[in-house]
């Protein structure tokens, strides 16, 4: 509704609203672009409701220990949030989120996951879950949406990844950032993308070994696009920094492999890393055998997309394989009223999702003061071309690190493929081979497989390249439909209506420790 | 049901190598700020804030669940909530991932054997 104003100047002195109150703009996920979007929007007036599942604000990035944790850790063993300019700009928007707060601007809802929207005459209802059962939470209702959702890591099946001390890269460096925790103390890093480098440096910084870092493809590919590396300088920077701690900590760099088994039966012992071929199948012999007693993997992250595909927002197929939001210039996605910034639209890192953030907040202040998308500031100018240029990096750093066809040699018949459920390559390979299966969604009616509590999370992209046929062509996946985006309880499911008679909101800023029902 | 061997914590700190971070002694001492949870019967020493997962790793303990088709040992994979490879029992309450929740003293964790719902057909 182009022209309404912001009803910030409607509101009696900031007290509790309830829930017919409409905010002008709901943002999900309090990450690098949630927040940068949510204080841009509220510096320009706009009144929005800010809600994120984690107890604190910043995302996986700037995730850090709880305050009671970091204050009985010596101030060494706290991880730094980020680089030192990183902490700055985090510090800043945690500066202006305050101010924001005590104005009334914003309004903050820690531990509220937002399981499913619903379109409520011009506007959509947020209905949300919290504590760790999934117990009903307040609906939100605001005029228009930002999903600042970000990713998950996105993993490839292998011999024995199920194995106890077998963790997600990025779930190595989540247990350490913010629960001071390590899974052993000789950990393998492996998988591929710049992201392991990061988890590498942060396992030695905390003490683990690392004796190797086993990189699928190769660094080669970036030095093919200069002018992409020119346009974003800080990112091979970032690299030789991380590449040069990884030397002084005596971390064997290893790329062009991968880890094709893992030996152990209850636990990690050791890992076989195999070279590779250009298409990332694994040379027969060439195994060596690292001993360890962890190992962390993962392949890049990967975007995350219930809300968006709920709403119907259209999607594209990055140069990954991944499916992201489809977004315009400026962050619109292709349903109405609907914004998407950071990792939703395509894994970027960190620095795309802060100019993200901010450009969609202006362009939705645009939309909400009814202002032509041409009369544009010179910031949203330069955020603009920023953002093209990190954008290009994202699409270089997916075409890099894109699977190849190859890597499915390496995963064995008896190999599990959905964790969840425990499917087996074997028993895709019968359903795709045998029972005519051609794609994920039938591969899962024969199988199980992506059925189970994650629903497809973390095997979804296996399963769908398992479907298709070595070398076929790519066809564009449909995105996986996943309603609820997290677990409900039942009774929470049974108290959600569409818009009339909810409750009121709460506006109890305490995040909700989710204990509720596990004592007994 | 398999038994997992707890043995000495692996977390920051127990490493001797250059950059680790200094340990803090968690535990039910009494006077420091740790406290202790229950994990199938055995007290593990958890730090305010912490994560059962996190808690758990920290005693070098990687698996709290076994599977429902094979019953395999399962442990915490994504840390963020996403893969629910880290469900466990808490307090008799099933299917809680181990990743998201703080642990708080006295809990009462146990291994959960499939679903956790075993009580339903007793």
């Excluded at chain 2, 019967?41 to 730090?47: F, I, K």
């Amino acid at each position: 509704m182009p022209g309404s104003t912001s009803d910030r100047a409607e509101r009696a002195d900031g007290r509790s609203r309830t829930a017919g109150d409409v905010a002008c703009l709901a943002v999900v996920g309090a990450g690098p672009a949630g927040l940068a979007a949510a204080v841009t929007a509220a510096d320009h007036g706009l009144d929005v409701v800010l809600l994120d599942a984690a107890a604190s604000p910043g995302g996986q990035y700037y995730r850090s220990p709880p305050e009671e944790l970091a204050a009985v850790l010596p101030r060494a063993a706290v991880p730094p949030r980020a680089a030192p300019k990183g902490q700055r700009v985090f510090s800043g928007l945690m500066d202006r989120l305050a101010a924001h707060r005590a104005a009334g601007g914003i309004r903050y809802l820690p531990g509220h996951h937002v399981w499913t929207v619903t379109r409520t005459g011009s506007g959509w209802t947020l209905h949300t879950v919290v504590g760790a059962r999934g117990e009903g939470g307040p609906a939100v209702r605001a005029r228009r949406l930002l999903l600042a959702t970000g990713a998950y890591e996105r993993q490839l099946p292998f011999p024995g990844w199920t194995t106890p001390g077998v963790v997600g890269a990025a779930g190595a460096q989540a247990m350490l950032k913010s629960g001071h925790a390590l899974p052993g103390r000789r950990v393998v890093v492996a998988g591929s993308g710049p992201l392991l480098q990061a988890v590498a440096v942060s396992l030695v910084r905390a003490g683990a070994r690392v004796p190797a870092l086993v990189e699928a493809a190769g660094y080669g590919g970036y030095a093919a696009a200069p002018r992409v590396l020119a346009a974003n300088p800080s990112k091979p920077a970032e690299g030789l920094r991380h590449g040069a701690a990884l030397v002084r900590a005596g971390v064997r760099v290893m790329s062009h492999r991968a880890v094709t088994a893992v030996h152990g039966t209850d636990r990690v012992e050791a890992v076989t890393v195999s070279r590779l071929d250009r298409d990332w199948r694994p040379v027969p012999d060439s195994g060596r055998t690292i001993t360890c007693d962890a190992l962390a993997v993962g392949h890049g992250l990967t975007p995350q997309l219930e809300l968006a595909v709920e709403i119907g927002c259209a999607t594209r197929t990055c140069a990954d394989g991944s499916l992201a939001v489809r977004l315009d210039e400026r962050l619109s996605t292709t349903v109405p009223g609907v914004w998407a910034a950071g990792e939703p639209g395509g894994i970027g890192g960190v620095g795309l999702a802060l100019t993200e953030g901010e450009l969609a907040a202006h362009a939705i202040a645009a939309d909400v003061q009814g202002r032509s998308p041409r009369e544009t500031s010179g910031r949203v100018r330069s955020l603009g071309r920023a953002r093209r240029g990190q954008r290009a990096f994202a699409e270089l750093m997916a075409e890099v690190h894109r699977p190849g066809h190859g890597w499915r040699d390496w995963v064995e018949d008896d190999t599990e493929v959905c964790r969840c459920e425990e499917v087996t390559a074997g028993r895709i390979r019968t359903a795709v081979g045998e029972l005519g299966a051609a794609d994920a969604r039938t591969v899962k009616l024969l199988t199980r497989a992506g059925m189970g509590w994650c629903q497809g999370r973390t095997c979804g992209f296996a399963v769908r390249a398992l479907a298709v046929s070595a070398g076929a062509a790519a066809r564009d996946p449909a995105p996986d439909r996943r309603m609820p985006a997290c677990p409900v309880l039942l009774s929470a499911l049974a108290g959600a209506d569409g818009a009339d008679g909810m409750e009121p909101l709460d506006v109890d800023e305490s995040p909700d420790t989710g204990r509720g029902g596990t004592r007994s | 049901m398999r038994r997992i061997r707890a043995r000495t914590s692996p977390g920051p700190g127990a490493a001797t190598e250059a950059g680790a971070g200094s340990g803090v002694e968690g535990g039910g001492t009494g006077d420091g700020p740790g406290f202790e949870f229950t994990f199938d019967g055995r007290p593990v020493a958890a730090l305010p804030g912490q994560s059962l997962a996190a808690a758990l790793w920290s005693a070098g303990v990687l698996s709290w669940r076994t599977t429902r088709v094979n019953g395999r040992p399962r442990g915490a994979f994504c840390s963020i909530g996403t893969c629910h490879d880290c469900l466990v029992t808490v307090n008799g309450t099933p299917n809680i991932r181990a990743c998201l929740l703080p642990a708080v003293p006295r809990d009462r964790v146990t291994t959960q054997e499939g679903s956790g719902r075993a009580g339903l057909h007793e």
